[in-house]
């Protein structure tokens, strides 16, 4: 930031100074320092303002109520959790209504959204801290209300495998993971 007879200058604006000289724009960036100093423009470090989660800190050093901040996230995954149940409630009332059952993946997917909210509230609660809450709930896991997906293994059988640029009679069968990035290297 630069000042001039305790007047702001902003870069890329023009700029007049008391005696009446007009400046053009870029003036302030195309000019050296000994020119900014002749005419008694100061340079000023801009503040910077340490960054902070407004979700859980009032400021950079004033972290926000821990209790009030395990009530509010509780009852996000809460609202979550119930809305997830919510798209296979109709399943539950037309078992209770016409005694139709309940497709066993439905109540699985049911079974597992109550026991990530359970573990969810878990680890909130158990958090001793702002700074432990903060990094638990802007992980991964924390938006997690799926099973890791699995990575399949895939079987690849070599007919006439080549050793050193030469063919041999035996067979290899090699076991390759699927859904990696780049290029896998075998080396016989």
């Given amino acids: 930031m630069y000042t001039l007879n305790g ?5 890329d604006k023009a700029f007049t100074t008391e005696d009446g ?14 020119e900014r100093d002749a005419l008694g423009i100061v340079e000023t470090p801009d ?17 926000k109520d821990l209790d ?3 009530e509010q996230w509780i009852s996000q995954v809460k609202t979550t959790a119930g809305s997830m149940l919510a798209q296979t409630d109709w399943y539950v009332t037309r078992k209770s209504e016409t005694d139709t059952a309940v497709p066993a ?3 699985a997917r049911r079974s597992e959204i109550r026991t990530y909210s359970g573990e969810k509230e878990a680890a909130i609660t ?3 801290d702002v700074a432990e809450l903060a990094a638990y709930l802007t992980g991964s896991n924390f938006y997690r209300w799926e099973p890791e997906p699995e990575t399949p293994a895939e079987e690849v059988v070599v007919e006439e495998p080549v050793v ?3 063919a041999t009679d035996a067979g290899i069968t ?15």
């Fill in 7 to 11: 007047k702001t200058l902003r870069l």
């Fill in 174 to 188: 090699v076991t390759a993971v699927s859904g990696g990035f780049g290029e896998d290297t075998l080396i016989l």
């Fill in 105 to 107: 993946d439905v109540l």
């Fill in 47 to 63: 503040v910077v303002t340490p960054y902070y989660d407004q979700r859980f800190y009032w400021s950079a050093d004033i972290p």
């Fill in 68 to 70: 009030q901040l395990k």
């Fill in 126 to 128: 158990a958090c001793v």
């Fill in 21 to 34: 000289r007009q400046f053009p724009r870029n003036w302030l960036r195309l000019s050296t320092k000994a």
């Fill in 164 to 166: 050193d640029g030469t």
